[in-house]
């Protein structure tokens, strides 16, 4: 029996409705995007659950698509918004059998094949960053992969600290000023506070500079504070700047911390032979995270956190639900720890079966096409860029990442106005549903940031883009000088 009557009755019903829907959101030519306020959204979907009495099928099923429809559309070329545009159908397949499936990841006994692929994704991935003994976890995001390095860091020089906490010790994490804001995060929930975390200098490419990294450090030993952690972002969120590991790891030797990189974004290099030695070196680094659902394109979310060393995660993590859920006589038959004694979670879903579905289907060369395709149309954009005198690229672009500016030609305006402009650009884009785009700032000024994300994208495109680009930003010039009349 199902728990509602008036749910379709079978399994087969279900998917016949979500072709439907599939079918009505492919259909449609639509805007990449609606924007508007709480209130004009609600006005275009019925979102309450105050009718008692439950709705039916058919209703569910309009109300799905109308969730679908006023959605922005992450699987168009125009999304450029996040780290990820597109869709993987082999991806979205596994993760819908997932859910079938409703596996849990905890114990072996629960999820054994879902336990096995989990494995397989971590020993591909390790691989690929040079961990050879290496171990590692699936978890909901860079951002808990993040946490997890700092708990692993924190064990390693500390192991009594699991039990007895800080008693007085001051601990010093340091990163640099362009790193992801989970690190502060993370700093705030293992409890060192963000006073703690070190914002380390970057250069004007963006990467962590080595010597104010010593300095940093030898700052806080004077202090008599005790420097365990270093966070080096492997592709940062503005400019997809790598940081500097060897230089990182050395000093991470002299003194004794983790290093730890977080490639939520930029690991993908190591898929390609031309352009993995962007990241060389941090098969040496203690600790790395991936997020599948960034460039891989794996539906949210697919983050994973991966170990140089076996054994780390349970020593950081376990503890706990020997009574009931690990029970002894499963460890005798298995001498490996379960997977629920890594991890930070309970119930953790398999959300490594959608990230070994688009593996399985696209094959290590398919993702080293993807990233190699990519960088090419980065490369040609970078090209088209530099040789229109109305657009200035903020910052070098290593990754697929471009900042940019419009700066109109035949009107000086100066730098605040320009950074407005760019804004407002994006903001216009976003309203004619045309392209989702960010903007964001590095140095003091304010571009168009863009994403190559998308597996489609090609040169015919940005140049029609760029072409929006100008059209758009010469219309608000003059809309705004109207105004000032
Ligand atoms: C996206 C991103 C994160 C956060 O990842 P979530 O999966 O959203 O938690 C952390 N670091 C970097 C560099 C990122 O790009």
């Keep these: 029996m199902l728990d509602n009557s008036k749910e379709p009755a079978t399994l087969s019903a279900t998917v016949e409705s979500l072709v439907r829907i599939a079918d009505r959101h492919t259909a449609i030519e639509r805007p990449v995007c609606h924007t508007g306020t709480k209130d004009s959204f609600r006005s275009q979907i019925d979102v309450s659950l105050e009718d008692p009495t439950g709705a039916s099928p058919e209703e569910l099923e309009s109300a799905l698509s109308d969730f679908l429809r006023l959605n922005p559309d992450v ?103 362009q790193a992801h804001y989970s690190m502060a995060r993370a700093a705030n929930v293992i409890g060192i506070g963000t ?21 940093a450090i030898e700052a806080a030993i004077k202090d008599g504070k005790i420097p365990f952690y270093i966070g080096l972002t492997a592709g940062t969120t503005v400019l997809g700047a790598f940081d500097p590991v060897p230089k990182a790891v050395a000093l991470a030797r002299e003194f004794g911390l983790w290093v ?12 390609s032979q031309s352009h993995a030695d962007l990241l060389s070196g941090c098969d040496e680094a203690d600790s790395f995270t991936w997020d599948a659902h960034k460039l891989l394109n794996v539906p949210l979310t697919a983050g994973i956190i991966l170990t140089r060393q076996k054994g780390w995660l349970h020593a950081a993590t376990s503890g706990g639900g020997e009574n009931y859920l690990f029970h002894k006589e499963a460890k005798q038959e298995q001498p490996e720890p379960e997977l629920g004694e890594l991890s930070i979670q309970s119930a953790r879903r398999a959300d490594c079966v959608k990230v070994w579905s688009a593996w399985k289907a696209v094959g290590r060369d398919g993702f080293a096409q993807k990233v190699d395709h990519l960088m090419e149309q980065k490369a040609h954009f970078l090209a088209y860029l530099n ?21 109109p030609q035949h009107n000086s305006i100066a730098e605040p106005d320009v950074s407005k402009l760019n804004v407002a650009i994006c903001e216009r884009l976003a309203e004619t549903g045309e392209a989702f785009i960010d903007y964001a700032s590095f140095s003091g ?12 994208i090609s040169e015919l495109y940005l140049n029609d883009l760029c072409d929006r680009i100008r059209q758009v930003g010469d219309a608000l010039e003059i809309e705004q000088q109207k105004s000032l009349l």
Excluded: C
Excluded at 260 to 271: M, Y
Excluded at 387 to 407: E, G
Excluded at 445 to 456: E, F, K, P, Y
């Design 195 to 215: 006073r703690n975390l070190v914002a380390v200098r970057s250069d004007a490419d963006g990467r962590m500079m080595p010597d104010a990294l010593r300095h």
């Design 387 to 407: 040789d229109q005198p109305d657009f200035d690229i903020i910052a070098p672009a290593p990754y697929l990442n471009v900042l940019f500016q419009y700066r």
């Design 260 to 271: 730890h990189v977080d490639g939520a974004w930029g690991a993908p290099v190591l898929f």
């Design 75 to 177: 699987g168009r070329l125009g999304f450029h918004k996040q780290l990820y545009s597109g869709v993987n159908l082999p991806a979205v397949l596994g993760e819908w059998v997932a859910t079938l499936s409703n596996s849990v990841m905890h114990t072996f006994k629960v999820g054994p094949v879902s336990n096995l692929m989990e494995a397989e994704v971590v020993n591909q991935l390790s691989r690929l960053v040079g961990f050879e003994n290496g171990e590692g976890l699936m978890v909901s995001g860079a951002s808990q992969a993040n946490l997890v390095s700092m708990m692993l860091a924190r064990h390693a020089l500390f192991p009594d600290l699991k039990e007895t906490g800080y008693a007085g010790r001051e601990l010093v994490a340091f990163v640099s000023d």
């Design 445 to 456: 000024r304010t571009g168009i940031r863009m994403i190559l994300a998308h597996s489609d």
